[in-house]
């Protein structure tokens, strides 16, 4: 939902994974927000959970949202993130 009405693409990049994305205890919060969303990760929870990055831009702005999306999907797909079955198992 897109309540600010701004111009956004959101594009799959990966799945998380339970060997990679480990949980880190080291981290330190950066405020009480933070920290409820660092402890409430579980990798075992989010293992296989699709993880995409959402590119945001001003109002009327979606020619170029469109063409910055393009470009940062095809240097993804360079470095091997690619993701065809987004969502779908």
């Known amino acids: 939902m897109?309540?600010?009405d701004?111009?956004?693409?959101?594009?799959p990049v990966t799945k998380a994974d339970k060997s990679i994305d480990l949980f880190d205890n080291d981290y330190q919060p950066l405020n009480a927000d933070d920290r409820k969303n660092w402890q409430a990760y579980d990798p075992e929870v989010y293992d296989g959970a699709p993880?995409?990055?959402?590119?945001?831009?001003?109002?009327?702005?979606?020619e170029n949202i469109w063409a910055m999306a393009k470009?940062?999907?095809a240097a993804l797909k360079t470095?091997?993130?690619?993701i065809t079955n987004y969502g779908h198992d």
């Open 51 to 62: 993880v995409g990055l959402q590119i945001v831009a001003r109002k009327h702005e979606e």
């Open 71 to 73: 470009i940062v999907d």
């Open 6 to 11: 701004y111009s956004v693409a959101v594009i």
């Open 79 to 82: 470095r091997g993130c690619e």
């Open 2 to 4: 897109n309540l600010m």
